[in-house]
């Protein structure tokens, strides 16, 4: 970060070009710039303590779990994991 005018800072970081690209459309087609719309999430992501989206995958899963299927699934292709047979257990309503 480097100090900018009065109290402001800049802030630098990676994004990959079409996300960039992306975001950039999205925010021209708010009217907004993309430094509104940032500065916008800092100060909601403060205000309420957490992020007011849903940081689930396109499964659904959080990143902890998806990297723990991605870790079973790995050790059941490279032949490490013990698999065990079940029968299905139907249950009447």
Do not use: Y
């Not at 630098?12 to 925010?27: G, M, P, Y």
């Not at 990143?63 to 029968?87: C, M, N, V």
Request: glycine share 6%.
């Amino acid at each position: 970060m480097t100090m900018a005018a009065a109290g402001k800072m800049n802030f630098t970081f990676k994004l990959d070009r079409n996300l960039r690209d992306q975001f950039n459309d999205v925010c021209e087609g708010l009217g907004i710039s993309m430094s509104a719309a940032l500065t916008a999430f800092v100060k909601q992501t403060i205000r309420q303590q957490g992020v007011s989206f849903s940081l689930l995958d396109e499964n659904g899963f959080c990143p902890s779990d998806a990297a723990e299927l991605s870790h079973r699934a790995a050790e059941i292709r490279a032949g490490k994991a013990k698999l065990h047979h079940h029968d299905l257990i139907e249950v009447e309503d």
